[in-house]
């Protein structure tokens, strides 16, 4: 058991310091040695878990399609939001996270091993179908591609906020998005109910960990 705890452990060690060097240098620029340097293990550890820099780079996007810290909701719009939110809150601070967005953005590792963003467009159409199911959506949605024009948007913000950070942040370029994007597909009632503060995804963010404190209190009674 602790071997297989020390394993997870070095894998994400490797991971986290993958996701900082194709953040900061993009995919063909980034070196193994770089990583090796940032993550402090040997190359056999490395190569343990990772067969190449192409395969460290399919890890990093695996991580990207992640709700931890999305609390269950009575409202499935909610949900939708919070997802966005905590994201937002999440992503400046863990460049695993905002490696991913670079490597989908990079055309020639996107040609090598496509991107996250199918899969981002995916589950918000899942989130949306189940808030239209709820009655929470105008009858003329068409959840898929109205989840393929946010993920669009989305990623259009924090593309943008990356390059130019002077100004709002980015949670309160994506609350401002979900407050245009919103009124557009949420019934009235709906929508009057949602939290979209700049502050939402901290907030949530902060419950998810409080809970999982205790959770781990509990279990080391």
Do not use: N
């Amino acid at each position: 058991m602790a071997k297989q705890a020390r394993a997870i452990h070095t894998r994400r060690l490797i991971l986290e310091a993958a996701g900082e060097v194709f953040d900061e240098f993009g995919y063909e620029s980034a070196t193994i040695a770089e990583i090796l340097g940032r993550a402090g293990v040997t190359k056999g550890a490395l190569y343990f878990h990772f067969a190449s820099k192409e395969e460290l780079a399919r890890g990093v996007l695996s991580e990207a399609l992640t709700t931890e810290g999305v609390l269950p909701q009575e409202s499935r719009l909610q949900e939708w939001v919070d997802v966005g939110m905590v994201l937002a809150h999440r992503l400046p601070k863990e460049p695993l996270l905002s490696a991913a967005i670079r490597l989908s953005a990079d055309r020639k590792a996107r040609d090598l091993f496509g991107t996250s963003w199918p899969g981002w467009i995916e589950f918000i159409a899942g989130q949306l179908t189940a808030a239209k199911e709820q009655g929470e959506l105008l009858p003329h949605v068409d959840t898929e591609r109205t989840a393929m024009l946010f993920v669009s948007a989305w990623t259009g913000v924090e593309i943008l906020a990356t390059a130019h950070p002077e100004g709002d942040s980015l949670e309160e370029r994506i609350a401002l998005l979900y407050d245009t994007f919103l009124p557009s597909v949420a019934v009235p009632g709906a929508l009057r109910m949602l939290d979209t503060a700049p502050d939402r995804g901290a907030r949530v963010w902060q419950a998810h960990r409080d809970q999982r404190a205790e959770a781990e209190a509990g279990t080391s009674r």
